[in-house]
Every structure is written in C-alpha cells, then in structure tokens.
C-alpha cells in the first residue's frame, strides 16, 4: 500500500473523472483532493496541498496548457502528469516542454495511471537526492565516473551518445521530447535526424535487441523514454 500521506490534486472539471480517479487512487492508498478549474487549482498549489497534481488541459476558465506553465514559471517545481482525451502529438510535445512530467490520455487505466505517478514520485526524490549509480536491469551507469556498464561489460560510447543517455538518465521514467534533447545535447543547433542516428546507434551498444529495446523505447513523433531506475 503506498504511504496514504501523499496527496494528489486533481484539476478536472468532470465530475465522473474526478470520482473515478477519488475511487481509484484511494485504493491505491493516495489522499485525493479536487479542483473543478484553474482557479480552485491555483488556491490547493497555493496552500500546500498537493504533492502531485493530475491535470486536464480542457479546463473551463484558463487552458491547461497555460496553467502549467504558470505553475512552472513560478517555480512551482511538483510532479505533473496531464490527463486528457487531446492525443496530438502537437499537444503532447507543448505540454511536456512546459514542463510536465508525463501524459497519459482518456480513456486510461487507472493501474497505468498509478504506475506512472510512482514513477513521477520516485524521479522527484531521485531529484532531491541522486544516486550516482543508475540502475535498471542490466544497464548501469556512473554518473559520476561516466561508466557504462551491460551486466559485467564496459560499454564504449561516443561524448554524443554518453550526453544522451546522461540526460535519459536523469529522467528516467519520463518522456523527454525530441527538442529537450536537442538542446541538451547539441544546443539546439542539431537536427531531430542526428538524434534518430545517435540513438540507433546508442541502442546497438545497450540493447540486447536495438529492433526491440527495453531500456530506451520510443515515442512516436515525440521523443524518447528511459527505462525507469529498479
């Protein structure tokens, strides 16, 4: 049973949402507290409430969109997973480049959903306090000693390749968009192709199968998701 004394705002303005996530998530042993608009959100965020926030883009009096990046504009800096029923990648991508930490679109699984909120949870720890050994399966990396490793064997790789998986690693378990990576890797200056080469070839060193990966999977037309931390 996860510890009850996690609470998670839900920022929704359908009321059959909201009680099937209250019912949900209670089972899952989280505290449940609502918001039917931005407004009702902002006082919850305001007052402490929440230590995660599930939110709706189509909220009736401000954008989700918008209201997530007031949030992150202000330095608000908890976990926050968007749920709704939009699935354009045009979507998904501003929103995570907004900065949220997962997407996860209606009609949903509310098991899927927790699972993705433990992993929200656990990267805000690792956030705080880091270890500096990744590790998932047979796949470690020093962060420190910039070593990778597949079971017993050292893995070679390029700075690019390295700089990738760093910033994969640093958010496993989240989904980091194409430009995110283009950024951190190249400044920006790349194209989305050199990426799509790095990572093949990344994929051809870590991977028992690059045709099926484990450790880095792909989301179409929006980036790339690390395998969370064991």
Request: charged share 30%; hydrophobic share 40%.
């Amino acid at each position: 049973m996860t510890n009850p004394t996690i609470r998670i705002l839900i920022v929704d303005d359908e009321v059959p949402i909201r009680k099937l996530l209250r019912v949900g998530l209670s089972v899952e042993g989280y505290k449940v507290v609502e918001a039917m608009n931005a407004r009702e959100a902002t006082e919850s965020v305001a007052a402490g409430e929440p230590d995660l926030i599930i939110l709706d883009l189509g909220l009736p009096d401000m954008p989700g969109h918008d209201l997530l990046a007031k949030w992150r504009n202000e330095g608000v800096e908890l976990p926050i997973i968007i749920l709704s029923s939009r699935t354009d990648e045009a979507g998904i991508v501003r929103a995570l480049e907004l900065g949220a930490d997962d997407y996860v679109t209606k009609p949903f699984g509310t098991k899927e959903l927790a699972a993705r909120i433990r992993v929200a949870l656990r990267h805000k720890l690792q956030q705080q306090g880091e270890r500096p050994v990744f590790q998932t399966g047979a796949l470690s990396v020093d962060l420190v000693k910039r070593i990778v490793r597949v079971g017993e064997k050292e893995i070679k790789l390029s700075p690019k390749e390295y700089d990738i998986l760093r910033v994969l690693v640093q958010h496993a378990g989240k989904v980091i968009t194409h430009r995110h990576l283009l950024e951190a890797v190249w400044g920006g200056s790349a194209d989305v192709q050199y990426l799509r080469v790095y990572v093949r070839q990344l994929r051809q060193k870590i991977e028992l199968s690059p045709d099926e990966p484990q450790y880095i999977t792909t989301e179409t037309g929006v980036g790339y998701r690390l395998r969370e931390a064991d």
